[in-house]
């Protein structure tokens, strides 16, 4: 990373490295691993960026009350994040609280259940089951941000914030309907969770469609509103939206039914940009330009990171992989975007490649290559540099 150049690294930290069982006794090797990489990246002159929680749930609290649709899960979260502030909030000064909510419950909870706890929208606890998650999720998130501000910042100097996925979204033909289909498919991923961060509700029209399933925040809401200092934003692809009144397959293939939108990739066989190696992914930069312009516009041009955006491929033998051409211009094309945006006035502070390293991609396990870096899981995990690290590098250089 140092050879890159990197000034910034962004990592999780494993809930059930600290605590086994979720509460309890500390793990005192975990938090030593920990200092162990957060001493070695300051060494070399590497600010930790530090995710607390990206989706490793320990089983112990999904064996006990359900994991996230227990209301319990909301003290052990803010527990577990306590910890972490004590013990690395000296030197770690940006903390992000949980990585894309909304990916969780829309993949965990409805659509096909391809994330753990696998719950699927064929059955009638998809229609509620994702809000109550979603629900705990943000308390959890609000109840971290007012622990650390009351008992870490002033001494520790940090900040602390949130990181959320969407994509940007294209009317599938110019009518109102569809424009509003816009609207709602941005709603329902990315409003869901920035607009009670930034406003102490639901959006309106998740209100209106979703109804006495969507919970409350009650008194809650003074807790939530403006509890962060930053917002990441995880960016890939663009889609088409257009209103749908849902069949049962179109139901099942969507990650929400309640904001009756389709989101097609294609229109009369044409895509937005081209396909990259993900059967989700189309390169379509200005997408970023038009997810930022949206964000100043609507959110009162919060500060945001881009912490993830990067470009898929299934290459598998060395030699084909090491020269991803496609990666570069996907970064070049992107980077061109956002610093349009910026000029434009937009608020965005940072930048993360996703990904450094060839890693396990959920759904898709190794099939999917994002990294600068190429591992040869074959051989020991050896790493390569691709031709996209050799110009990342150069790119900072001449950006510094």
């Known amino acids: 990373m140092a050879d890159l150049g990197l000034d910034a690294y962004r990592f999780s930290i494993s809930w059930t490295r600290i605590y086994p069982e979720g509460t309890g006794n500390i793990n005192w090797r ?25 989706w490793d749930l320990p089983q112990a609290l999904q064996d006990k009350y359900g994991g996230w649709l227990g209301p ?25 609280t949980l990585n894309e909510p909304h990916s969780l419950v829309a993949e965990a909870y409805g659509g096909l259940g391809l994330l753990a706890p696998g719950k699927r929208s064929l059955f009638k606890t998809s229609q509620t089951e994702p809000y109550i998650v979603g ?3 943000l308390k959890a998130h609000a109840s971290a941000v007012d622990i650390y501000r009351k008992n870490y910042k002033l001494a520790q100097e940090g900040q602390i914030g949130i990181t959320l996925d969407s994509k940007w979204y294209e009317p599938y033909s ?3 309907e569809d424009r509003a289909a816009v609207q709602r498919a941005l709603d329902f991923e990315l409003g869901w969770f920035l607009h009670p961060l930034v406003f102490g509700d639901y959006p309106k029209s998740m209100r209106e469609m979703v109804g006495e399933r969507l919970p409350l925040f009650m008194e809650f809401a003074n807790v939530l509103k403006d509890s962060f ?21 179109e139901e099942l293939f ?8 389709i989101t097609p990739f294609t229109r009369n066989g ?16 200005l997408g970023i330009k038009s997810l930022a312009q949206y964000i100043h516009q609507n959110y009162n041009n919060i500060p945001i990171f881009i912490t993830e955006n990067g470009y898929a491929d299934t290459s598998h033998s060395l030699n084909e992989a090491l020269q991803d051409d496609k990666r570069i211009h996907y970064h070049q094309e992107y980077l061109f975007n956002i610093l349009e945006a910026i000029e434009d006035g937009c608020n965005i502070k940072g930048y993360f490649v ?33 031709a996209s690290a050799h110009w990342y590098k150069a790119f900072l250089q001449k950006a510094l």
């Open 30 to 54: 975990g938090v030593n691993h920990y200092n162990s990489v957060i001493d070695a990246l300051l060494d070399k002159g590497i600010e930790p960026y530090v995710t607390i929680y990206h």
């Open 72 to 96: 319990e899960i909301v003290k052990d979260y803010a527990a577990f994040a306590d910890t972490c502030f004590r013990e690395f909030g000296d030197r770690v000064k940006h903390w992000i």
């Open 135 to 137: 629900h705990h999720l």
């Open 174 to 176: 110019d009518t109102d």
């Open 229 to 249: 200092d930053f917002v990441g934003i995880n960016h890939y692809t663009t889609y088409y939206a257009h209103k749908s009144k849902f069949s049962f397959l």
């Open 254 to 261: 969507e990650n929400n039914p309640d904001s009756q939108v």
């Open 270 to 285: 044409k895509a937005l940009g081209e396909k990259a190696g993900a059967i989700w992914q189309y390169v379509v930069p």
């Open 354 to 386: 996703w990904s450094l390293l060839d890693s396990w991609e959920w759904n898709f396990g190794y099939s999917l290559k994002f990294g600068l870096y190429f591992v040869d899981f074959k051989d020991n995990l050896r790493r390569h540099p691709r």
